[in-house]
T-cell receptor
Framework: AQKVTQAQTEISVVEKEDVTLDCVYETRDTTYYLFWYKQPPSGELVFLIRRNSFDEQNEISGRYSWNFQKSTSSFNFTITASQVVDSAVYFCALRNMNTGFQKLVFGTGTRLLVSP | EAEVAQSPRYKITEKSQAVAFWCDPISGHATLYWYRQILGQGPELLVQFQDESVVDDSQLPKDRFSAERLKGVDSTLKIQPAELGDSAMYLC?????????FGEGSRLTVL
């Protein structure tokens, strides 16, 4: 079985604040991928990052950073110095590589509102 | 830049009517997915193709939904008859080996 939980339904911040979006996952597979996608109002899901289960190194890309901790089954996403253009719904997702036809399972999403 | 193409972008229909959505994946991507996203929720997989074969349709309501990918390239998702609860965004995605690339989606409203 695979499950992704995003407990934060909606977060509101003021521009330039830092914000962290939480993601907790459940899986019995030892090999899996974790993803973050951004969904702006237009509706398209935009790929942000993929992390495999054997790589726990944190990653930074510009204002975005990701913290992967297998010990707590978490893959949190931090936006530093948020901007209005960051306003969107963000989805965390899990893809088992051993079972379940490798389908991508999404969390329920966190809506981020960044105000000027 | 290669992308997943979907049409129509928006569709309004009355219940009991038939509706169809089309998807053209990124060239060379063997795996194609149809997801349904109800407003306020995350996308849920309806059907997954590997080339022309269905590998997972466990969540597809087969009494009214059908999907095909006859030549292993583009795909069609059909609903007949449409019900009010089918109002949602229908997302198509394709992948080669890693991340999924999504189209802009087809938003269905059933009246």
């Amino acid at each position: 079985a695979q499950k992704v939980t995003q407990a934060q339904t909606e977060i509101s911040v003021v521009e330039k604040e830092d914000v962290t979006l939480d993601c907790v996952y459940e899986t019995r597979d030892t090999t899996y991928y974790l993803f973050w996608y951004k969904q702006p109002p237009s509706g398209e899901l935009v790929f942000l990052i993929r992390r495999n289960s054997f790589d726990e190194q944190n990653e930074i890309s510009g204002r975005y950073s990701w913290n992967f901790q297998k010990s707590t089954s978490s893959f949190n996403f931090t936006i530093t110095a948020s901007q209005v253009v960051d306003s969107a719904v963000y989805f965390c997702a899990l893809r088992n590589m051993n079972t379940g036809f490798q389908k991508l399972v999404f969390g329920t999403g966190t809506r981020l509102l960044v105000s000027p | 830049e290669a992308e997943v193409a979907q049409s129509p972008r928006y569709k309004i229909t009355e219940k009991s009517q038939a509706v169809a959505f089309w998807c053209d994946p990124i060239s060379g991507h063997a795996t194609l997915y149809w997801y349904r996203q109800i407003l306020g929720q995350g996308p849920e997989l309806l059907v997954q193709f590997q080339d022309e074969s269905v590998v997972d349709d466990s969540q597809l309501p087969k009494d009214r939904f059908s999907a095909e990918r006859l030549k292993g390239v583009d795909s069609t998702l059909k609903i007949q008859p449409a019900e009010l609860g089918d109002s949602a965004m229908y997302l198509c995605a394709s992948s080669l080996s890693g991340e999924l690339f999504f189209g802009e989606g087809s938003r269905l409203t059933v009246l």
